[in-house]
Nanobody
């Protein structure tokens, strides 16, 4: 059982930056894909970004490409989401999730992810 704890959300003006952190309870996460998803009120949960921990490969939703960066710190069991040039439409609850993938695959579908954090609110004012 992997436990995930997010932090770093808050209120920021448009154009500003935030860095989200996701700390995992497990030390051996090399076979996992770590993803960030978000959910705005009245909307479905959507993919933001993912990182394949074994290879370091990263993927982004088109809506955040060039503005958000996902990264990892293996020594701290932590995955980060650096969010720059934030827009009001980025306002949502952001969730960290882990998907066990021993086959080198990955998915941007939230249904594939077995473990989830509690979420952290990001609010971007105009």
């Amino acid at each position: 059982q992997v436990q995930l704890v997010e932090s770093g959300g808050g209120l920021v003006q448009a154009g500003g930056s935030l860095r989200l952190s996701c700390v995992a309870s497990e030390r051996t996460l090399s076979s996992y894909v770590m993803g960030w998803f978000r959910q705005a009120p009245g909307k479905e949960r959507e993919f933001v970004s993912l990182i394949i921990l074994r290879t370091g490969s990263t993927y982004y939703a088109d809506s955040v490409k060039g503005r958000f960066t996902i990264s990892r710190d293996n020594a701290k069991n932590t995955v980060y989401l650096q969010m720059n040039m934030l827009k009001p439409e980025d306002t949502a609850v952001y969730y960290c999730a882990a998907d066990y993938r021993p086959d080198y695959g990955y998915s941007s579908n939230y249904a594939s992810y077995e473990f989830w954090g509690q979420g952290t609110q990001v609010t971007v004012s105009s």
